[in-house]
């Protein structure tokens, strides 16, 4: 094994070693093992966006959709047809990954700006079906009425429902599955031909990759990743909001990822952290928050244009 | 055999026509140098044939079937790769990973989301195949983008190659080098085609590279062919003197 490979092994392993032991070392930092849970199912979702934004190289402004329709499909689950989370987390995940299909068919052949405005429009039609149609989706009020369910695997229960560990480690496990997914496509020649296409479509183009297909799929999984975070967004709340689906909360996916560093891996879970903590900290203190996220995230864009993550990067350099 | 058969191809752009019934055969082994001043339509022309845009009328054959209509990947796949007069490369991977990405979807893998050992052992050997081929052996691990011009060209050419092409178009391999590159591409080109026995059409503006490489020269002009055949007839050939290499001269 080279240096290089090395590294990258104790890297990885010191990111999954502060995952695990989060629920431990949050709550004395004055964190709470919720705050730690929603970290990593919006560090998921700006991963998701960054799977496109980053190694595709085409940027979706209505990824929230395919969030918030996983919500939906988990809330809906639980609330009308069975009281079973896995089948829920299966329901809001197909939900959002389908209509990612299907719209994707008809926003592959846009690129650049025209690609944002079109994933913005779409996206929106959802929002507007959610907040519209409040006989099945409550509307405004969003929906309610449904909780995650403990799991039970006869010999043992996990009480996901009560036990903020137990559910944290149920999100980490799900999380590590869909990365592990991520990272596993990214390494292959499937992957590799994202990251060409991101780097020149023309070129791509002429070895014979048939670019719009290859964006379409790379479009596509990205919304059953999208779909499994808002599913498991759903039961970190026991609640599925309108605005989840709104292109304001895509925007926020987006800055997660950016600020973290699109050209990374796991940057945009670290954007996430930075986003969801900053949020729960100043939040308290004033309702401008945003202000000030949105402040550091201008002054990330402008110092730091890898991001945050891009710095340890340079320093190393 | 003929590996590729135009016949009559026009191509315009709202009024202007910037290639105008042009046909041409090129045949197996052959090399086929396209000649011709600025806005001739030699690139258009080129387009055409990769399939950039259909032409407005006439019809291209390839391997003696009907591509007329193909899209580019579609004409890729048939065994047809070309490089660009302004290098078209992936600048922030490296030599190895530019080459690799061809030589992925030349083997099939390009939807695949795995793998396996084997085949994996099989395209790093036509990597370093291919780039030994175009002499980068020793840069495989810098990133294109840092390469020197002429090595960029080299690395673009290495993955068309990658491609096992039947077919090479290379669109000004010599543009904006000095003579130094430019001969060492000239040689590239030249082993090519006689050690690898490749098909190529390129243009080229560079008098001495297209008089020393090609077995047969066509010359276009305006969007018409004006003029083919060997380099010795092209160079006697009055009309191609008053159009294009007298005033160059």
């Known amino acids: 094994m080279s240096a290089e490979q090395i590294r990258k092994l104790i890297v990885l392993a010191a990111i999954w070693i502060i995952l695990i032991l989060a629920p431990y070392w949050m709550v004395p930092l004055g964190g709470y093992t919720a705050l730690a849970t929603r970290v990593l199912v919006l560090g998921l979702a700006a991963m998701s966006v960054n799977f496109l934004l980053g190694f595709t190289g085409v940027l979706s402004f209505g990824h929230a959709a395919y969030f918030g329709l996983g919500a939906y499909g988990t809330g809906l689950t639980l609330k009308f047809l069975a009281p079973s989370t896995p089948l829920a987390l299966v329901a809001g995940m197909l939900l959002g990954g389908v209509c990612g299909a299907i719209l994707g068919t008809l926003i592959v052949r846009r690129r650049g700006v025209y690609f944002a405005m079109v994933t913005i429009a779409f996206g929106q ?60 496509i990214l390494r292959s020649p499937f992957g590799r031909t994202m990251i060409a296409i991101r780097e020149n479509e023309r070129r791509s183009r002429f ?78 203190i004033t309702v401008n928050w945003m202000s000030f996220v949105g402040l550091l995230f201008v002054l990330v864009v402008l110092f730091f244009p890898r991001g945050l993550l891009g710095v340890f990067r340079r320093s190393k350099a | 055999m003929n590996v590729l058969e135009i016949n009559d191809v026009t191509k315009r752009f709202g009024n202007l026509v910037a290639v105008r019934d042009v046909s041409l055969n090129v045949a197996k082994g052959e090399m086929c140098a396209i000649i011709g001043p600025n806005g ?8 055409l044939i990769s399939g950039f845009f259909p032409p407005t009328s006439g019809a291209i054959n390839f391997d003696g079937r009907d591509i007329t209509r193909l899209a580019t990947h579609q004409r890729v796949a048939r065994g047809m790769a070309r490089t660009f007069q302004i290098t078209e490369i992936f ?47 020793a840069k495989t691990d810098r990133l294109v983008g840092e ?26 391999p010599t543009a904006g080098m000095g003579d130094q590159e430019t001969f060492q591409i000239t040689q590239l080109i030249r082993r090519l085609h006689r050690d690898n026995d490749y098909t190529i059409v390129l243009i080229e503006h560079d008098m001495r590279v297209v008089f020393n490489l090609a077995d047969r020269i066509c010359v276009l002009d305006q969007g018409r062919m004006l003029a083919q055949g060997t380099p010795q007839e092209i160079a006697a050939n009055e009309t191609v003197q008053a159009a294009y290499l007298g005033n160059a001269a």
């Open chain 2, 147 to 172: 390469l020197a011009h002429g090595d960029q060209r080299a690395a673009e050419i290495a993955m068309a190659l990658a491609l096992k092409p039947h077919l090479l178009l290379l669109d000004e």
């Open chain 1, 125 to 184: 039609v959802f929002y507007y079906i959610a907040f519209q149609w409040s006989s099945l989706t409550g509307g405004d009020d969003g929906l309610r009425g449904f909780s995650r369910q403990p799991i039970d695997f006869g010999l043992f229960k996990l009480d996901i429902l009560s036990d903020a560990n137990t559910f944290y480690f149920f999100v980490l496990f799900c999380f590590a599955l869909a990365v592990g997914a991520m990272g596993f």
């Open chain 1, 207 to 284: 070895l014979g990759i048939p670019v719009e297909r290859h964006i379409w799929i790379a479009f596509t999984l990205s919304c059953f990743f999208m779909g499994f975070a808002g599913a498991l967004y759903a039961l970190v709340n026991n609640f599925a909001d309108p605005r989840g689906l709104h292109y304001s909360q895509s925007g926020d996916f987006v800055m997660m990822a950016v600020m973290g560093g699109m050209r990374s891996f796991w940057g945009p879970l670290l954007g996430a952290a930075v986003f969801v903590i900053l949020q729960d900290y100043l939040s308290s």
């Open chain 2, 91 to 137: 600048p922030e991977l490296t030599v190895f990973e530019n080459v690799r990405i061809a030589a992925e979807v030349a083997g099939g893998y390009r939807l695949r989301p795995w793998i396996n050992r084997s085949e994996k052992g099989e395209i790093h050997r036509r990597v370093e195949e291919t780039l030994k081929l175009v002499a980068l052996e």
């Open chain 2, 40 to 47: 001739a339509g030699k690139t258009t022309f080129f387009n």
